[in-house]
């Protein structure tokens, strides 16, 4: 039983993941309804361009990995985005423009959100 629950738990862990990419792509646009999203929207891009530039392994995939095993599942190789996301949302051949698509969403919605906010804002 402990098995079925670390796959449910896996499960879990991916569909959080994919929450927090979306999260990185769009989560500047509720800085439109509270500023304070801003900064942790940013804190998430910043996060997003570290692990795809430096290679770094996300956590979250490293966790998925690890339930897969313990649930007697085999974790499947590579990235996180590669598993889920190549050849399903875009070929994998196209993953550095994806990324950048993604990156500019994201300085698209500061900028959009900063400019409201400054309209907003009392002129003295």
């Known amino acids: 039983m402990a098995s ?3 796959v449910v738990a896996a499960v879990l862990v991916a569909v959080g993941h994919l929450g927090f990419l979306a999260y990185i792509v ?4 509720l800085a439109l309804r509270r500023l304070a999203w801003l900064w942790p929207s940013i804190a998430t891009t910043l996060y997003s361009a570290y ?13 998925e990995k690890w339930l897969l095993e ?5 974790p499947y190789e590579g990235s996180f985005i590669a598993h889920y996301l190549h050849d399903v949302l875009y070929p994998a051949e196209y993953e550095r423009a994806a990324w950048l ?3 500019g969403i994201a300085l ?4 959009v959100v900063l400019t409201r906010w400054r ?3 009392p002129v003295p």
């Open 108 to 111: 698209l919605s500061y900028a």
């Open 70 to 74: 313990v649930g007697g599942r085999v």
């Open 101 to 103: 698509v993604a990156t």
């Open 26 to 29: 769009f989560g500047g646009f």
């Open 4 to 6: 079925g629950l670390a």
């Open 119 to 121: 309209r907003r804002s």
């Open 51 to 63: 692990v795809t530039l430096a290679g770094f392994t996300c956590p979250l995939t490293t966790l």
